[in-house]
Each structure stands twice: as structure tokens, then as C-alpha cells.
């Protein structure tokens, strides 16, 4: 492939990132990867192996039909590794990055719900967040990609770095409500910010959707509105954002904990 991949969605997991691959790969403009989540720029034990060669073998994910195509691909891990936005500049310093944010306490869970479904978690939620900071620190020298529930939802740092290597007007930063409630007004920012024609009104689609084994109990809600109480005022201020709701406290609770 001569074209270079030209966009990346880079985050944040569990922020509909799979509905977004869904709908972009609509778009006869763009080229999207084979499958989502390609994982070049967080791969630490092999990028340096896998980007010998020209990139070849992570040109083999992509079959642009033109060269007017727009090639891209979706994996968001990317936002939260360390090293994956000096690895894209140094690839492509023109990539477009686009980046959906969701309320981090609710990622969270979500993420816990994707592991233990996936068989991966065997600790409830509380005990999971008790033993974060534990596991994270038995993952050095490298992150922990399991077991990262609130780690990852602060989103502030992990967009300063990217910030570092690449200015606003190659960054898109969205919100993940945007995209489960009005995915058309979203998908026209996308588009734009693209550089592409936009798509009649697309079908709301939703992939990945798990069910949870009971809502979320009170002390965990409690534990992490208090942990990211500041990150969320900090990405209000940064992004010029409201996002009040975001710690506001949810009606249906469970009272076990």
C-alpha cells in the first residue's frame, strides 16, 4: 500500500468506538482497516519488530480500491498507551485523531462488565477497584490493558500527550452521548473534520452491548465521582464542556455494596 494510513480513532475503550468503526465503514470514502483494532502503535513487545520494512505488515490490514480513499482504522487503546502518540507522529506527523470521551465513572464499569464477561475479571467491581493500583503496579514496565478501570478514565493526561505531537486542528475530540443520542450530527463533525462528503442519515447502530449482572452500588458510584471529580472539571475547562451530569448522582443506584 503507498497511501499511509491517513486517520486513527484512538479512544476511549468503551466509548462506542465499535459503533463508530460500524459507521464509518459506510463511507465509500474511506478505507477502513480489515478489522478493528489493529493494535501497531500499542504493541510495545513487537512495534518496533512490526514496523520494520516500511510498515508493511501493518499496510496488510488495508485494501484502499483508489487512491482518493482516505485510509484509517479504529483501536482504542491508543489514547491510554504511553508511547503511541510519539510512535503515530513519527509514522504520519499529519494524522488525523479522533477521540471519544465518556463519563469516566460509567466507563469504568463498563470496562469491568466487558472483563468479567470475557472470563478475564473473577473480582467483583469494589474489590477490582481496590486492587487496581496493586495490579497496575505489577504490570511494569508495561500497562495493564485488563485490568485499567479508572486509570484509563483519566482522559486529561492521555490528551496532553497526544497535544505534545500533533495540534487542535488534527485532534477531534468528541463525547460518547453524542454518539448513542444523535449519531448523525456527530457522524457530520466526523466527516468534516475528514475531509469527506457527508452520508444521508444512517441508522442508530449499536455494537458490543453487554448485559451487567446487577447496576452499579452506591460505594463504587461514590469512589469514583470522588476520584475524578477534578479530571472532570479539568476537561471542562480544557474542552469547554459541561459536563455536570457526568457527576451527577444516578437515580437507580443499588444500595448493596
Not at 130 to 141: C, N
Request: proline share 7%.
Amino acid at each position: 500500500m503507498r497511501v499511509k494510513v491517513g486517520f486513527l480513532g484512538v479512544g476511549a475503550q468503551k466509548a462506542g468506538t465499535s459503533a463508530l468503526d460500524a459507521y464509518l465503514r459506510t463511507h465509500a470514502g474511506l478505507c477502513m482497516a480489515k478489522v478493528k483494532e489493529v493494535h501497531l502503535f500499542d504493541d510495545d513487545q513487537n512495534y518496533f519488530k512490526r514496523a520494520l520494512g516500511g510498515f508493511a505488515d501493518y499496510h496488510r490490514h488495508f485494501a484502499p480500491t483508489s487512491s482518493s480513499q482516505l485510509v484509517g482504522e479504529i483501536t482504542p487503546a491508543y489514547m491510554y498507551w504511553n508511547d503511541a502518540p510519539r510512535r503515530i507522529w513519527e509514522y504520519n506527523p499529519a494524522m488525523k485523531l479522533i477521540a471519544v470521551l465518556r463519563n469516566p465513572v460509567t466507563r469504568a464499569y463498563s470496562h469491568w462488565n466487558m472483563e468479567r464477561d470475557r472470563g478475564r475479571e473473577p473480582l467483583a467491581f469494589w474489590d477490582a477497584l481496590q486492587a487496581e493500583t496493586a495490579r497496575l503496579r505489577a504490570s511494569a514496565p508495561y500497562q495493564n490493558r485488563t485490568f485499567s478501570y479508572a486509570d484509563r478514565g483519566f482522559y486529561m493526561g492521555q490528551l496532553r500527550r497526544i497535544w505534545t505531537f500533533f495540534p487542535p486542528e488534527q485532534v477531534l475530540v468528541l463525547r460518547y452521548e453524542e454518539l448513542q443520542q444523535e449519531p448523525d450530527a456527530m457522524l457530520r463533525k466526523v466527516f468534516g473534520f475528514l475531509g469527506v462528503e457527508p452520508l444521508p442519515p444512517i441508522p442508530p447502530q449499536e455494537v458490543h452491548v453487554r448485559p451487567y449482572p446487577r447496576r452499579m452500588a452506591q460505594r463504587e458510584w461514590e469512589y469514583l465521582r470522588d476520584l475524578f471529580e477534578f479530571e472532570v472539571r479539568s476537561l471542562e475547562r480544557a474542552l469547554a464542556w459541561d459536563c455536570a451530569e457526568w457527576l451527577d448522582r444516578p437515580a437507580d443506584l443499588a444500595e448493596e455494596s
